[in-house]
């Protein structure tokens, strides 16, 4: 190949004309090929999302180099090969071995750009589930970007530092640097594509995490112009892909679903590696939906992906397997150190639901504590939101009406502002069904209203159903999908239940005793939970006071509640059995 030839194909690439100057390279390494040349056709067949051309060409790029001595050039081959491996192959073992190669040739080499690239790599690797040695290795990034005043390891360290920081919790910081990384990729400072994509998309994610969804817009608009540009088919569909999440907690499940839909099939085609990412996504979107089995099927399908064990957790949680739900987010958090706050909250969110409806609050308190830690060390409206809800629930669940009425109500208004019209008419739900116990009879129905209201707008279709239910009068507890729940109720108890969730006889397990509330205990127990007092009760169902109470302390001994609380206890017991 001449040198006109090879400056007419850099040309190219310039320009992001990826086919054209994949073709021309193509025919000078048939002619002659050389180890820069190899590897200006891996950059080209890269762009072109041509997974198996590129990594033949940077193999024997690196092989090409390392005949010829230069250990630096054949490291920064083998580092771009561990990309490579990991989202167009998801090979992890071959991504490691080329991590380790570099590693080692680098070794006895003068600092160079190398370096930093292998310092990047390293805490790329390790951002998900130890963000202190990440930050670490973002700093020594940053380190030698300006020691050897090189833009693109400048911009590849803030980027690194900032996703870091935010996994760890530390949001402002996090994402000042995320800001200036991203500024410096679609402002035209820097000029390698592989690293531009390389800090945009951790801003991506990092706004994701903390749904900070008018900074991710903003920077979704720029990133995506800038993928168009370049042609960088795989930047923009991962864009999508993230974005496609801030769109399901915006309340714009459309927009969502056609970004989701399209990213999967993009990714799914050229970028397999990373395609579970969409897939993922798509499953949440489908769980909110009310589609639960294909919800179930996508997670599946996604289940290389830890974090489609939270997909999983959240639908065993909606189909009232709680054993399941809890063991799913259990393995969830074993991958990641109590320092990773921001991906441990979602899944310390769903085990200590599950505790609590398990009727085993006492072993929630200790993810409590940590919600309520990360919550005051991030300083987020969400890990607030969270926080409040769960304490809400452990409130209930102890027959504390008053305190779980005051926890829902700051839960719900913290998620309106997060934006998440869905769980925020979740919560308003067990607010609304505390108020009703309370006596509170106006303001249940005006919050049981307002979320079916921002329930259709979304097309939520098991949240719509539980609603109008409340709102008609009509049981709308656990056993609403007529799925049994996980437990411990023997089966054909489980079964008879679920059968039909709408009798108000409806008989939930025993208590602290052996025996079971009886079918007259169970109508006490629901118009206790509506907040009807003896009197009131005794109208609804013909009965003189003196019995109600007769069947009151018997129902009292059978769920193991006394004093002044058993009233209190009773709710609790009935919300946690499907009673209401």
Known sequence: MSSDQATHARELMDRGEWEAARRLLEDAVTRAAS?????????????CEDGTATIDARERAFAAYRYAGDRRSAARMALLLVLDYLEFRGEQAIANGRLQRARRLLGSEPL???????????????????PAKAESCGKRTLELGEKLSNVELQMLG???????LVNAGEITRGMDLLDESTSIAVAGEAKDLTAISQSCCQMICACEQVRDYDRAEQWCRHVKEFAKKWKLRSIFSYCRTRYGLVLIYRGRWQEAENELLAAERELGEYRPGIASESIVRLGELRRRQGRLDEAWELFERASSNVFALLGRSAVSLDRGDLE????????????????????????LEL??????????????TEHLTEVKAIAEFTGTSHAKAVGADLHGRLALACGDLETAYRHFSDAADLFDRDADSYV?????????????ALGRHDR???????????????????????????????????????????????NDISNDVAADHAAPHARPPAGS????????????????????????????????VRTVERHLSNLYLKIGASGKSARAVAVAYAFRHGIV
């Open 112 to 130: 160079c750009y190398e370096h930093g690239l292998l310092a990047y790599t390293e805490g790329y690797l390790r951002v998900d589930c130890d």
């Open 324 to 347: 399941s739900a809890v063991e799913f987010a259990d393995r969830f958090l074993r991958h990641f150190a109590a320092e990773d706050r921001s991906d441990r909250l979602k899944a």
């Open 158 to 164: 803030l980027a690194l530092c900032g996703f870091a």
């Open 424 to 436: 925020a008419s979740i919560v308003r739900l067990r607010l609304a069904t505390t108020l009703r």
């Open 35 to 47: 180890a820069e040349l190899l590897e200006d056709l891996g950059l080209a067949t890269s762009w």
């Open 444 to 490: 249940a129905r005006g919050e049981a209203q307002h979320a079916l209201a921002a329930c259709r707008e979304l097309g939520a279709a098991r949240e719509i159903e539980r609603l109008e239910a409340f709102l008609e009068d009509r049981p709308q507890g656990i056993f609403q999908t007529g799925e049994a729940r996980g437990n411990g109720v023997p």
């Open 513 to 544: 005793g052996n025996e079971l509330p009886s079918t007259r205990e169970i109508e006490i127990l629901r118009l206790i939970a509506y907040g009807k007092s003896n009197r009131e009760i005794a109208d609804t169902l013909f009965l003189s």
């Open 351 to 364: 085990v200590a639901t599950g505790l609590i409806e398990l009727g085993r609050p006492h072993a929630a």
